[in-house]
T-cell receptor
Framework: DAGVIQSPRHEVTEMGQEVTLRCKPI?????LFWYRQTMMRGLELLIY????????DSGMPEDRFSAKMPNASFSTLKIQPSEPRDSAVYFC?????????????FGPGTRLTVL | KQEVTQIPAALSVPEGENLVLNCSFT??????LQWFRQDPGKGLTSLLL?????REQTSGRLNASLDKSSGRSTLYIAASQPGDSATYLC???????????FGSGTQLTVLP
């Protein structure tokens, strides 16, 4: 398997623009997580899905952030409008519910810079 | 709410030294604990995963221990090398979704 795939790897945009980050989980995994990493707050969970359904979005910082999972192989995290303080690395991870190890597998991340 | 703390925040050692990184967590109801490595500008590399029923895991020069009852874990690195320089993150798995809560990391520099 190719692992968790994220795109783009780097994104530079201007304040006010819409940004869409994409994630393809490992095939067969039924949990998908979005994390954000900043210098100030470290790595924090934004939202997670189980079987394509959003379960807990309490980590989403503002209504400008939204996430969808239209099918088992694709998820998006959208920021509209973007602000400079959204600059961070966004990671996607997936795991298999029946896994005895409970291990999550991470994608390479998307480094977002909002000017 | 689970909180994970890592001490020290930064560590600089000469090459060849053995070193210990510390991680503590507030809620002992964890499924597992993971240590990750992150190089500057890069993603997360999983180093070791210790299940809640285990006491330690070893991989090469790395050894991680877990004392769930006291909410502590250590990562021991033997004979450190400059290539070990990176940020080391500790994370615990909790909750119905087995989500991860991360510490803020220890930035390690191994001097040649």
């Amino acid at each position: 398997d190719a692992g968790v795939i994220q795109s783009p790897r780097h994104e530079v945009t201007e304040m006010g623009q819409e940004v869409t980050l994409r994630c393809k989980p490992i095939s067969g995994h039924d949990y998908l997580f979005w994390y954000r990493q900043t210098m100030m707050r470290g790595l924090e969970l934004l939202i997670y899905f189980n079987n394509n359904v959003p379960i807990d979005d309490s980590g989403m910082p503002e209504d400008r952030f939204s996430a969808k999972m239209p099918n088992a192989s694709f998820s998006t995290l959208k920021i509209q409008p973007s602000e400079p303080r959204d600059s961070a690395v966004y990671f996607c991870a997936s795991r298999l519910a029946g896994s005895a190890s409970h291990e999550q597998f991470f994608g390479p991340g998307t480094r977002l810079t909002v000017l | 709410k689970q909180e994970v703390t890592q001490i020290p925040a930064a560590l600089s050692v000469p090459e060849g030294e053995n070193l210990v990184l510390n991680c503590s967590f507030t809620d002992s109801a964890i499924y597992n604990l993971q240590w990750f490595r992150q190089d500057p500008g890069k993603g997360l590399t999983s180093l070791l995963l210790i299940q809640s029923s285990q006491r330690e895991q070893t991989s090469g020069r790395l050894n991680a221990s877990l004392d769930k009852s006291s909410g502590r874990s250590t990562l021991y690195i033997a004979a450190s090398q400059p290539g070990d320089s990176a940020t080391y993150l500790c994370a615990v798995t909790t909750g119905s979704a087995r989500q991860l809560t991360f510490g803020s990391g220890t930035q390690l520099t191994v001097l040649p």
